[in-house]
């Protein structure tokens, strides 16, 4: 149990456009998920934390209007990069909290903007 | 940063020999857990250890947690090949803040 998918795995996109990334829990309920970002050899760095039916928590330096999240559902949240810039390529990974410490992972979504 | 520091940043060992892997940390925490990632992958919950916990084992896996010095390490013994991978302690407050990795590589 508790599985956690990311979808696309992997996207591609012109610069200026959008890109939405899902992330659903697909055995439980999930009142909180998570969107991290992970460079190319790097440690994943929180973005923001998402609540089902109230407004993301962004972390400091993290643009809410160019990260735009919503968690519609407890089994689904989503991720949409506005006006994506190559800088923006990234692994981006979720995760979403069934209630014990423990957080289960998707297997991420690597996002490459040209 | 609030982000906790692995070392070493890399390890390459044999088949056999044992991997230990350090974390350090900078605030109090609620537990601390170890995740494993292959590349390009999502990560794997290894274990959890509380703060008022000194030593945990899973398996081939063993952690412990020195919150005087704010540190943990994990043991992996009798690597295999199958171990090659990033692990990553992160601390738990109120959210999970990553360690910067450490890139094990097992050689057969």
């Known amino acids: 149990g508790a599985v956690v998918s990311q979808h696309p795995s992997r996207v591609i996109c012109k610069s200026g456009t959008s890109v939405k990334i899902e992330c659903r829990s697909l055995?439980?309920?999930?009142?909180?998920m998570f969107w991290y970002r992970q460079f190319p050899k790097q440690s994943l760095m929180l973005m923001a934390t998402?609540?089902?039916?109230?407004?993301?928590?962004?972390e400091q330096g993290v643009e809410k209007d160019k990260f735009l999240i919503n968690h519609a559902s407890l089994t689904l949240s989503t991720l949409t990069v506005t006006s994506a810039h190559p800088e923006d390529s990234s692994f981006y990974i979720c995760?979403?909290?069934?209630?014990?410490?423990?957080?289960?992972f998707g297997p991420g979504t690597r996002l490459t903007v040209l | 940063s609030q982000q906790g520091e692995e070392d070493p940043q890399a390890l390459s060992i044999q088949e056999g020999e044992n991997a230990t892997m350090n974390c350090s940390y900078k605030?109090?925490?609620?537990?601390l857990q170890w995740y494993r990632q292959n590349s390009g992958r999502g990560l794997v919950h290894l274990i959890l250890?509380?703060?008022?916990?000194r030593e945990k084992h899973s398996g081939r896996l063993r952690v412990t947690l020195d919150t005087s010095k704010k540190s943990s390490s994990l043991l992996i013994t009798a690597s295999r090949a199958a171990d090659t991978a990033s692990y990553f302690c992160?601390?738990?407050?109120?959210?999970?803040?990553f360690g910067t990795g450490t890139r094990l590589q097992v050689f057969p």
């Open positions: 995760s979403a909290d069934r209630g014990t410490d423990t957080q289960y």
């Open positions: 055995d439980f309920q999930a009142t909180t």
């Open positions: 998402s609540n089902e039916g109230s407004k993301a928590t962004y």
């Open positions: 605030t109090s925490i609620n537990n």
């Open positions: 250890i509380r703060s008022n916990e």
């Open positions: 992160a601390t738990d407050s109120d959210k999970l803040i």
